[in-house]
T-cell receptor
Framework: NAGVTQTPKFQVLKTGQSMTLQCAQD?????MYWYRQDPGMGLRLIYY???????DKGEVPNGYNVSRLNKREFSLRLESAAPSQTSVYFC???????????????FGDGTRLSIL | GQQLNQSPQSMFIQEGEDVSMNCTSS?????WLWYKQDPGEGPVLLIA?????ELTSNGRLTAQFGITRKDSFLNISASIPSDVGIYFC??????????FGQGTRLTINP
């Protein structure tokens, strides 16, 4: 069972470069999420998509854009990477639409991004 | 934004010992989730709690949704080496987004 698949697993960028992180889920989930994980800070929500065709900002959206390409795929784009965006990025999905729904999120294995 | 305080931040224990960690919030939550993260991997759900007072077990793990709806704890009994990792609580305030604790890093000495 693939679950949530993220690509790439690792990436090094130079300041100012752009990059798109890919995420796909095969569980027929409606909602998808992007988080970043930094030491000592847990996971912080960047953007989410309650359903295909909708996206909303999370806690730390600045410097990022997202695209919900279809029900399966949700991409995260850094238009002009900055060192402060060095982090581990996790994609997650959940069956029912909307954050208020009492369903657990399922996570991918993460993308480790370093920006020099 | 919403704050979740998870403690302790780290634990160093001997194999076979019991482990206890907790999360508290200043706000009422209607869902508590406990995840474990192994190195190089994403968080994996351990236990989900949806009702105040609920006590749920998953093997050697037991978690409870506090009566006040502002806290939750996770206990691990008779720890083994594969329990090593980072444990995260996550809570969902009523009609709001999921919030994660800072994590508890568990290290086990054999």
């Amino acid at each position: 069972n693939a679950g949530v698949t993220q690509t790439p697993k690792f990436q090094v960028l130079k300041t100012g470069q752009s990059m798109t992180l890919q995420c796909a889920q095969d569980m027929n989930h409606n909602s998808m999420y992007w988080y970043r994980q930094d030491p000592g800070m847990g996971l912080r929500l960047i953007y989410y998509s309650a359903s295909e065709g909708t996206t909303d900002k999370g806690e730390v959206p600045n410097g990022y854009n997202v695209s919900r390409l279809n029900k399966r795929e949700f991409s995260l784009r850094l238009e002009s990477a900055a060192p402060s965006q060095t982090s581990v990025y996790f994609c997650a999905s959940k069956r029912f639409a909307g954050q208020a729904s009492n369903q657990p999120q399922h996570f991918g294995d993460g993308t480790r991004l370093s920006i020099l | 934004g919403q704050q979740l305080n998870q403690s302790p931040q780290s634990m160093f224990i001997q194999e076979g010992e019991d482990v206890s960690m907790n999360c508290t919030s200043s706000s009422i939550f209607n869902t508590w989730l406990w995840y474990k993260q192994d190195p190089g991997e994403g968080p994996v759900l351990l236990i989900a709690l949806y009702k105040a007072g609920e006590l749920t077990s998953n093997g050697r793990l037991t978690a409870q949704f506090g009566i006040t709806r502002k806290d939750s704890f996770l206990n691990i009994s008779a720890s083994i080496p594969s329990d090593v990792g980072i444990y995260f609580c996550a809570g969902q305030p009523v009609a709001q987004k999921l919030v994660f604790g800072q994590g508890t890093r568990l290290t086990i000495n054999p």
